[in-house]
């Protein structure tokens, strides 16, 4: 599934940085406004380890971890709505992915500019909303018109849709972001066809220093302060501490860096679980001697469309899913021993996957 999370934030805040430390990419890293011109894509692996006991458990010739890619975008100036900058390049990247992580400087040094000219996360933060904000009002403007028109010629489909944009405008022009309107899902889904920025799920990651990178600082906390009231998760990580961590060439070296920090593991590896959340995607595993394989899936999909994952036929020919929940195929240490136990279910259409499942699909074409 080719699910993606943008890199977002203003120039120098640390973007290309992180985004080297999660794909192992080259893009550009300098110390001035619009390094990085074209957005990086990268394929990064999600970190599971689940997956590594099963690996324990089947013994399998190869191990298939699930991806989600990561873009790293142009960074924004003030005006970029309105074509400032890289404003319109980034804006139509931006539009393409499925969801943003939006990233602010909370460290001081002299030595790395910033375009402001002085350290705030939280007018960063806003700038980048703003921005966001008035290209969606915008798209909201050029639209609202004709469905005035077509909702004062009685059509029902159109006035339930023009009230939508009413408030969605209303709610743009009070400097909110779509994601914070309040409207329940079915009322949203009247506004995807537009594809608003603001409407992008969003996790907030604050690139600190080392000494902060444990438990955070004064700017930090002013960032959990200014997005209380999203719904957003909030992230602490050192960027070049991440870099560092990247350099070391075995698990014990890095192992003994991290312990130095007093943290459990690299940061990245906790942002790619959060993206990964952030899209609401979920895993399921398939388990035999040939593979271990994690498959990405939306959260609430069916069997058969998560067998669709595999294959299209599978998802068009199913029959049944034989499934075992992932703690059972752990307890027990494999397929042959669940289905004495009977903890291998036999599931029909209906069935939604749980997180962690291991399955097999029986199919007909």
Not at 308 to 316: M, S, Y
Request: one cysteine or more.
């Amino acid at each position: 599934m080719a699910l993606k999370c943008g890199i977002v934030g203003l120039p120098n805040v640390g973007k290309s940085t992180l985004f080297n430390c999660l794909s192992n990419a080259k893009a550009q890293s300098a110390n001035f406004p619009f390094c990085t011109i074209e957005p990086n894509v990268g394929t990064i692996t999600v970190p599971d380890s689940r997956l590594n006991k099963l690996e324990e458990l089947v013994k399998p010739e190869r191990v298939m971890p699930t991806t989600i890619e990561i873009v790293d975008i142009a960074g924004l100036v003030k005006g970029a709505s309105k074509g400032e900058g890289l404003g319109n390049q980034f804006l139509a990247n931006i539009r393409e992915v499925d969801a943003i992580i939006h990233v602010v400087r909370c460290f001081d040094d002299g030595n790395i500019v910033h375009v402001d000219g002085s350290i705030d996360p939280v007018r960063d933060k806003e700038i980048i909303d703003f921005e966001l904000q008035l290209k969606d009002l915008e798209s909201i403007e050029k639209n609202i018109g004709a469905l005035a028109r077509k909702a004062k010629s009685g059509d029902k489909d159109a006035i339930r849709q023009y009230e939508v944009f009413e408030a969605a405008k209303k709610h743009l022009e009070a400097g909110n972001s779509i994601r914070s309107l309040g409207v329940d899902k079915e009322k949203m889904t009247l506004l995807d066809e537009m594809h608003l920025l603001t409407a992008k799920p969003v996790l907030y990651l604050c690139n600190v220093d080392e000494a902060s990178v444990k438990d955070g600082n004064s700017y930090v906390e002013a960032v959990k302060d200014a997005v209380k009231d999203e719904d957003a998760e909030v992230l602490i990580l050192g960027a070049a501490i991440e870099a560092d961590i990247n350099e070391l060439e075995t698990f014990e070296e890095r192992q003994m860096f991290l312990d130095d920090l007093g943290l459990d593991e690299p940061g990245v590896s906790k942002l790619i679980g959060s993206a990964y959340k952030l899209l609401k995607l979920q895993t399921y595993f398939t388990a035999g001697v040939k593979e271990v394989r994690a498959w990405t899936i939306n959260l609430g999909m069916t069997a058969p469309q998560a067998a669709g994952v595999i294959h299209t036929d599978f998802e068009k020919g199913f029959i049944k899913a034989e499934v075992i929940h992932y703690n059972d195929f752990i307890e027990f240490g494999s397929e042959a021993k669940c289905k004495e136990v009977g903890k291998l279910n036999i599931e029909g259409k209906e069935y939604v996957p749980e997180d962690g499942d291991v399955m097999h699909f029986r199919f007909n074409v």
